[in-house]
């Protein structure tokens, strides 16, 4: 339990390290932001594939295939029906130059804050969901990955916040405050599967649809809108690969 709170601490934190980063160089260049996302990309599609849906097939027995393929999908909608009452993350991004203050502007960045921080849950839970499955070394590879991708994103929040006139003060609370949103979802998914062990297939083929979808619709998309389609392709192919060889290794 002691290392289940402490990787989601760790997971939740990295959006207040991104934060941080995100104060000290206000100007980073949509090439980097792109390429470390991608790369956290590629990170949590292997994470997803590897230490997910396949213990899930594994786990689910004679209808293995069939629990897994549901729970894909289903936690693919649920998100889907998510971003019906919030925005995706690469439309707000993508505004983040014409905010310049305004009360419109700061509800767009209040927005846009609260979207990140609903998003956050589910990726919570998928790692929860991991270590539920009693395998620590993949748990933390999962982790790993979400950790990785929280990064760049807690870079992007800053900016936007800033420039509407959000105070320094209020602007590293709200950051940390989608952090611990995270850390919620760890917690939940890992009690979750503990007391529930029988909803383990589904619950890691849920979580994994979770990853699929947040990859596809939002990140991949962010990484190919500013011009650096083959350095972020490449990228996500290096994050994949690296999380194969380590799940190997680790294996």
Known sequence: MDLVLLTALGVGGATLIGA???????NISHRFSDIVLAFAAGVMLAAAVLGLIVPSIEYGGKFGLIIT????????????????????????????????????????????????AIHNLPEGIAAGVGFGAGNTAEALVIAGGIALQNIPEGMVII???????????????LASVTGLVEVLGTLIGYFAVSLASAILPFALAFAGGTM??????????????????????????????LMLVSDVLLG
């Open 69 to 116: 393929v549901a729970g894909i999908f289903v936690g693919a909608v649920c998100l889907n029906l998510m971003d019906k009452l919030v925005p995706h993350m690469h439309h707000m991004v993508g505004a983040d130059q014409e905010m310049h203050g305004g009360n419109e502007n700061l509800n767009r960045v209040l927005l846009f804050v609260t979207a990140i």
């Open 159 to 173: 900016g936007p916040m800033l420039a509407a006139g959000v105070s320094r003060k209020r602007t590293l609370l």
């Open 212 to 241: 699929l979808y947040v990859i596809s619709d939002e990140m991949i998309p962010e990484t190919h809108a500013h011009g650096s389609e083959r350095g972020a392709t490449y990228a996500l192919l290096v994050g994949f690969c």
């Open 20 to 26: 941080l980063i995100g104060f000290a160089f206000k």
